[in-house]
């Protein structure tokens, strides 16, 4: 990707997701114009606060729009993961947003304000993205792209057997924004699996600056986190998917898939369904990640650090 990109984030932010909006608000290769929370992984008021939290103390060059997280709520968080308030313990002065639109007001204001011009990175539940549409039903010709987080083909899943947790959340959103006709990449478990930030990765942040200082401790807070929890070395970064496919597409295997998402069933609900019978009539809806390359985080980790290390 050699051009300047407008991108709009959609997240939910828990440790994954505070990490990978640092480091794209950090990069000159994309200029974030809004940051919109939705509820996931933290309630809908926590997502807000985190994202402004983030702003703040990341301080980037060109500071995006803000917006506020619907006040839905799901029967699945992501706290057992990401701790109480999603950023794995750290507490920061509590920052009410001013002045700001809800989340999908604002999606769909830039959509038509520019149009065919922003990339959506949906790095949560799609309930934001979802009732955007409602409200502006062209929104799949307004948007140049969607690469959403979310799916699980062959995984053994997160929040459930197979599934996973952002369709788990909102499986209803998932399935509307995936048959709603936009130019949608799809990055399911089995591709982000392998994202993974180690004890070792703390090192590259040990900058001094408050934003190397915020990503250190959140890795380390993060790793601590998942290894009392869960008994793992290391916390999944599946966020960081997103944005390193929007920099990174030539380099990735994707393939062109029908995907459905499965919104009844004592067990099945959030499911996600991919057709790939020999026979299948269905027409593929969304380019499917198969998989990164080996290297490519730690890659982009050493080409993000130094703009941290200004930062």
Known sequence: ???????????DPGVDGAFTTSLALLDPRIE???????????????????LRTILDLVDPPRLPRLGIAPPASFDVDGRQL?????????????IEPMHSQTSERLLVELARANPENH?????????????ALDREPAL????????????????????????????????????????????????????????????????????????GEFLRQLIQSGIRFAASQHGVEGFPMKDM???????HADEIHQTPMAVDVETRGEITRGMSVFDTR???????????VQSFPEGLMARYLEYITPRVDLG
Do not use: Y
């Open 241 to 247: 998917a997103a944005l390193l496919t929007l920099l």
């Open 82 to 94: 990401h701790g109480a308030n999603g950023l794995a313990g750290l507490q920061f002065p509590a």
């Open 140 to 211: 799949p010709k307004l948007l140049r792209q969607v690469i959403m987080v979310g799916g699980s083909w062959k995984s053994p899943g997160n929040c459930g057997p197979g599934i996973d947790f952002h369709f788990r959340c909102d499986p209803e959103s998932a399935k509307k924004v995936l048959n709603a006709g936009f130019n949608l990449t799809l990055i399911p478990l089995d591709a982000n699996a392998g994202l993974v930030v180690s004890p070792a990765d703390m090192e590259l942040f040990s900058c001094g600056t408050p934003t």
């Open 119 to 131: 990339t959506v990175l949906l790095m949560g539940p799609a309930t934001v993205l979802a009732s």
């Open 1 to 11: 990707m050699n051009a300047t990109r407008s991108v709009i984030l959609i997240n």
């Open 32 to 50: 974030i114009a809004a940051v919109l929370a939705t509820p996931g992984n933290v309630s809908a008021q926590q997502a807000t606060r985190n």
């Open 278 to 288: 020999w026979a299948t009539t269905a027409q593929p809806n969304a380019s499917v």
